[in-house]
């Protein structure tokens, strides 16, 4: 009579085999769990270290002719707009200054002409805030030329100097309202902020590899315990001498 080599399942399907599934299984679940901990340790925003904002103060002669309203502004979760102008700094470059916010295209539309009257262009005029990057320009959607969809000084540089090239600061002072100098009411301070620096503890990323490994591993010696089973009863009725 022939013997028949048992199957991997016929022997995985004992009791005892069956409660050291549920075993491993529970253990690589705990394993599981250890490393999804140590995978949110990894990417971490560190909110821990504070991001100086630097205030810089400039005497500027606003430039009355060159006031523009820059759309698609946020103001935490409000969409409006933005009041900007080009200057003259004492270094004899083009300073842009982003002026404030509103949410009434109408304010910001008011605020531009009441500027443009104003006389300033012939006052030093000082102003605090901080320096802001530019932005890729936007193709203008607006039928008003004065409304613009992005702060991108190379689109402005073309606005404020469309014959000869100027010098201009490479950066723009946004009036954010920390002093009396950098507010221009009634429009509101502009919003400036930073996301926290998000930073790889790769301490946390070594265990949380390692955690995966020792999970693996826990159904992996189940599975190696069950198939030596198989093995042994096959020899054992094969008639081979087991050492």
């Not at 009579?1 to 599934?21: C, D, E, Y």
């Not at 982003?98 to 009257?117: N, P, Y």
């Not at 790889?200 to 826990?218: K, P, R």
Request: net charge neutral; proline share 5%; charged share 20%.
């Amino acid at each position: 009579m022939l013997n028949k080599t048992p199957s991997f399942l016929s022997v995985a399907r004992q009791p005892k085999w069956i409660g050291a599934l549920f075993l491993s299984l529970a253990v690589a679940a705990v394993f599981a769990a250890l490393g999804q901990w140590q995978l949110d340790r990894t990417f971490t925003k560190d909110s821990s270290e504070k991001i100086a904002i630097n205030i810089e103060s400039v005497k500027v002669k606003l430039d009355t002719k060159n006031v523009f309203i820059i759309a698609n502004r946020l103001n935490g979760d409000e969409q409006g707009f933005w009041l900007i102008a080009n200057s003259l700094n004492a270094k004899g470059k083009n300073q842009t200054i982003a002026l404030g916010w509103s949410a009434d295209l109408a304010e910001v539309k008011g605020e531009r002409t009441a500027l443009m009257q104003s006389g300033l262009e012939k006052v030093d005029t000082s102003l605090e805030g901080v320096f802001i990057p530019t932005e890729a320009p936007v193709p203008q959607v607006n039928q008003e030329k004065f409304v613009l969809e992005s702060l991108s000084l190379a689109q402005l540089v073309n606005l404020y100097s469309p014959e000869k090239p100027i010098s201009v600061e490479p950066q723009i002072l946004a009036l954010n309202g920390h002093s009396q100098a950098s507010a221009w009411p009634p429009l509101k301070p502009i919003n400036v902020f930073y996301e926290p620096i998000q930073r790889i503890n790769w301490l946390s990323a070594f265990y949380f590899l390692e955690w995966v490994l020792f999970a693996g591993f826990a159904v992996f010696l189940w599975w190696r315990l069950v198939r030596d089973e198989q093995i042994l009863r096959a020899s054992v009725g094969s008639g081979e001498k087991v050492n």
